[in-house]
């Protein structure tokens, strides 16, 4: 009787990933499991932005059309992928904020990628690592915004530019841009550096742009008018925030959270890489500045700062993952612990309007009409908005536009603190005809009739 022998191979005959793609992998690894770490430690908080894109992306997917039938103050690129992905978001809305995440675990990549192509292979590596780590980026990728997608978009328009000099490289490099600015118009930032790295490729950018921009834009020609009102003319026309709050804003994201892009400034980077940071400056003189603006320029910060980083390289793995770890710990806690506005970053709570949501589920129909000054209401509540109504829109519309709206209405809610609030007369007015209800978050305005004997404590 023979027996077989099966032999186990000897690994060295194993094929072995590449040290490159070990290390993309390594990237990609840590900054998935950074982002889903992030995300599950600061699951409680959100950014207002979020339910406005959710509700218009729900809306525009059974029928509304933007610009038309309701407000957008930015192009429709984000409507369109919220639209797309509908069907998950209804079941479980953090779904979205999941495809955010992985996105930017991508940019990542295309980091490392930039910065093996400027360094080598450690300098990829701790570029790649520095962008999965850097505060700014980790908590724009576990939001629900365009920011992420924007730099996603644009740094993938320099990865062809600069992994080919080819005519067709150059058109899709614009195609790129002209995808990022059809999602939100400060993707122009990336323009001025993609001609700094192919000024002899320009002309074919520049097609691609334009071929790509008039075939997105094209299904909206209907809207055009009402398009360039709502995300240029009233952008021009928003309140100014505070100069000192903008430079405070402006210092911190740009400046404070990349201490090694400074550093490196010593030296004499790349000017395509100097610029993409040093350009970062100009949201000081835009009329509002927000944390996540300056997304655009994180991976231009951590290519400037990966030769510095290398240092850290060095450590023993464990210390190194340690330390990682430890960082993106400290600044979850604070972003969840630290109130509503933490350094800054929006950081409102679900936990404190979950009382006011199951108010709304049990004193209004399925499917209802309320009035909400923000978008989480009538989002989470699976309730229609009146007139699709939230804080942006009340410097373009009066009490009295609203008070034509409210006889359908099962609800009014008013929020506290920031991004909140009615035209002027409206609270009198809810006050005189409506039942109110004050919560820890809110008010809430219910018709006499509504009964609130069902609802839990």
């Known amino acids: 009787m023979s027996v077989a022998v099966v032999q186990r191979p000897d690994?060295?005959?194993?094929?072995?990933?590449?040290?490159?793609?070990?290390?993309?992998?390594?990237?990609?690894?840590?900054?998935?499991?950074?982002?889903?770490?992030?995300?599950?430690?600061t699951a409680n908080t959100y950014d207002?932005?979020?339910?406005?894109?959710?509700?218009?992306?729900?809306?525009?997917?059974?029928?509304?059309?933007?610009?038309?039938?309701?407000?957008?103050?930015?192009?429709?690129?984000?409507?369109?992928?919220?639209?797309?992905?509908?069907?998950?978001?209804?079941?479980?809305w953090p779904l979205a904020r999941g495809m955010m995440l992985v996105i930017d675990s991508a940019t990542a990549g295309l980091v490392w990628y930039l910065g093996r192509r400027l360094y080598g292979s450690r300098g990829g590596l701790a570029a790649g690592l520095l962008y999965a780590l850097n505060p700014l980026a980790l908590i724009a990728a576990v939001r629900i915004g365009q920011d992420s997608?924007?730099?996603a978009l644009g740094m993938?328009?320099?990865?062809l530019?600069?992994?080919?000099?080819?005519?067709?490289?150059?058109?899709l490099a614009g195609a790129c841009l002209a995808l990022a600015i059809w999602i939100k118009y400060p993707a122009v930032y990336f323009l001025p550096i993609y001609v700094l790295v192919a000024p002899r490729q320009t002309a074919g950018m520049a097609l691609g742009l334009a071929l790509a921009g008039a075939a997105l834009f094209l299904p909206y020609h209907a809207e055009l008018h009402a398009l360039w009102n709502q995300t240029v003319q009233f952008q021009r026309t928003r309140w100014s925030m505070d100069f000192g709050t903008r430079i405070e804003t402006t210092a911190l994201f740009w400046l404070a959270v990349n201490p090694l892009a400074l550093l490196a400034l010593r030296r004499r980077p790349p000017p395509w890489v100097a610029a993409g940071f040093a350009l970062g400056g100009l949201?000081?003189?835009?009329?509002?500045?927000?944390?996540?603006?300056?997304?655009?320029?994180?991976?231009f910060a951590t290519l400037l700062g990966a030769p510095t980083a290398l240092y850290f390289t060095r450590l023993p793995k464990p210390a190194l993952v340690a330390l990682i770890g430890s960082a993106a710990l400290v600044w979850g806690l604070i972003i969840d612990l630290g109130g509503q506005s933490p350094l800054f970053v929006t950081a409102a709570r679900l936990s404190d309007i979950r009382p006011t949501i199951r108010l709304l589920d049990c004193t209004t129909q399925a499917h209802a009409t309320i009035l909400a000054d923000r978008d989480e209401y009538p989002y989470l509540a699976s309730r229609q908005a009146v007139a699709h109504y939230f804080w942006n829109v009340g410097v373009l519309v009066d009490a009295k536009y609203l008070e034509q709206r409210l006889p359908h209405a099962q609800a009014m809610v008013l929020s506290y603190g920031a991004s909140s609030g009615y035209p002027a007369g409206l609270v009198a007015y809810l006050n005189?005809?409506?039942?109110?209800?004050?919560?820890?978050?809110n008010t809430v305005w219910l018709p006499p009739m509504s009964g609130l004997v069902h609802c839990p404590s």
């Open 161 to 171: 530019l600069l992994s080919d000099r080819s005519w067709k490289n150059a058109i």
């Open 432 to 441: 005189a005809r409506y039942r109110r209800v004050d919560t820890r978050a």
């Open 283 to 299: 949201f000081v003189f835009t009329s509002q500045v927000y944390y996540h603006y300056f997304v655009l320029v994180v991976p």
């Open 156 to 159: 993938g328009g320099l990865v």
């Open 48 to 92: 207002y932005d979020e339910f406005v894109l959710l509700l218009n992306g729900r809306d525009y997917a059974h029928g509304a059309v933007p610009y038309r039938d309701f407000m957008f103050f930015h192009p429709p690129g984000m409507l369109v992928l919220l639209r797309a992905v509908e069907p998950l978001t209804k079941l479980w």
């Open 11 to 41: 690994s060295a005959t194993v094929p072995q990933p590449s040290p490159p793609l070990r290390q993309l992998l390594i990237v990609l690894a840590a900054a998935l499991l950074l982002r889903v770490g992030f995300a599950l430690l």
């Open 149 to 151: 997608l924007i730099t």
